[in-house]
């Protein structure tokens, strides 16, 4: 229980804080990335519908980043401000390496809704 390898300065090194009211989240790096990149793939393989692909990702990206809602307002962010990076939105830094994933989850969703 106490052991000094693991305390709350430790963990703090280690994630990034969200915001004040949330506990931190922790860095997602370039194996998330990787790790939805085959989530896709994988669905891709299986002749999955542009749907089921959709479904998968938007499931795969709302674990990673802490939720429906935190997902949904990433996406909006990129939509109306079409940011390329969390510079000036400090809140969404730990996510970083997961932006080429949003974007594919944009363009995806679009050409479904021009498709229709």
Do not use: W
Not at 30 to 40: E, P, S
Not at 103 to 112: A, Y
Request: charged content about 20%; aromatic content about 6%.
């Amino acid at each position: 229980m106490n052991d000094p390898s693991f305390s709350s300065e430790n963990v703090q090194s280690e994630t990034c804080c969200s915001s004040s009211t949330t506990p931190p989240m922790p860095m997602l790096t370039t194996d998330d990335y990787l790790d939805g990149l085959h989530c896709v793939h994988e669905a891709q393989k299986v002749n999955a519908t542009p749907e089921e692909i959709i479904y998968k990702l938007r499931l795969y990206l709302e674990d990673k980043v802490g939720g429906k809602n935190v997902l949904n307002t990433i996406l909006a962010l990129i939509r109306t401000k079409q940011i390329v990076d969390f510079n000036n939105h400090k809140e969404f830094e730990y996510c970083t390496s997961l932006l080429p994933l949003f974007m594919v989850l944009i363009c995806l969703e679009n050409s479904l809704v021009q498709q229709r």
